[in-house]
């Protein structure tokens, strides 16, 4: 249980040193989560999350930090959550994803490449740039990976290419990689500050999991607020499991 106290820690210190959001700034680029917390709600291990901003070429770049810890942003967990689907859906290397990334950085001269979400694609085991036309300029596609800079057949892409992840909202699920349908949890910037709730709801997963912890039943946390046990079942496995490996 202790691992489970460390997820959802917060060090009173760190909300002292959290920015400020400023007037008309976006809400989901203001860098609030830590990367235990992002951890905690992408169920990604809490190792591998800080791995992917750590050296000198990392896969992805945190938006903001409290000195030398790194916080995130709303943006950043989309970020991430493609890199998870990248590794366990995809199967991508991490040696791939890095040598992608760069390029890809280069290309949309962003730092954050990843939350243009459907410019990145993956088309026959290899990331591509998928740019639009506009106006004169025709639609062209860019290998990312495999052959950086050189140009794919764009039927081709039309016909085998794959977006990452759609949606407005980041639908985390700790088993994307075998179950493509189910969405029992979400995270929008505009219901709970973006924090990870059951779908649908204003309910906070850890909220239910603090009530599991408590000794309460599935069933009783079901009924006391009007879920489906097997929404809760979810919800509760997709944190759960991945608390303890963490």
């Not at 991430?80 to 040598?99: D, I």
């Not at 004169?136 to 950086?148: A, C, D, E, H």
């Amino acid at each position: 249980m202790a691992s489970a106290k460390l997820m959802f820690y917060i060090d009173p210190g760190m909300l002292n040193c959290k920015p400020i959001r400023l007037k008309g700034q976006d809400l989901r680029t203001l860098p609030t989560y830590t990367i235990p917390e992002a951890a905690a709600f992408l169920a990604i291990k809490q190792r591998t999350l800080f791995s992917w901003y750590e050296g000198n070429e990392p896969i992805l770049n945190a938006s903001g930090s409290c000195g030398s810890v790194h916080l995130l942003s709303y943006r950043d967990l989309e970020e991430s959550y493609r890199v998870y689907l990248l590794r366990e859906k995809f199967h991508f290397s991490l040696q791939f994803l890095r040598r992608s990334m760069r390029n890809a950085r280069k290309m949309f001269e962003s730092e954050h490449p990843l939350q243009h979400a459907d410019a990145i694609k993956e088309c026959l085991h290899d990331l591509v740039y998928d740019k639009p036309a506009r106006g004169k300029r025709p639609r062209t596609i860019t290998s990312l990976g495999q052959k950086p800079g050189q140009q794919v057949v764009r039927e081709i892409v039309d016909l085998f290419g794959e977006r990452i992840v759609a949606g407005k909202f980041i639908f985390p699920w700790r088993f994307a990689a075998t179950d493509h349908k189910s969405r029992p949890v979400s995270m929008n910037p505009r219901i709970m500050s973006g924090r990870l709730v059951v779908t649908g709801t204003r309910i906070p997963v850890t909220v239910l999991w603090g009530r599991k912890r408590a000794g309460i039943s599935t069933d009783e946390i079901a009924k006391d607020y009007g879920l489906d046990r097997d929404i809760v079942e979810k919800a509760l496995a997709h944190i759960g499991t991945r608390q303890k490996a963490a």
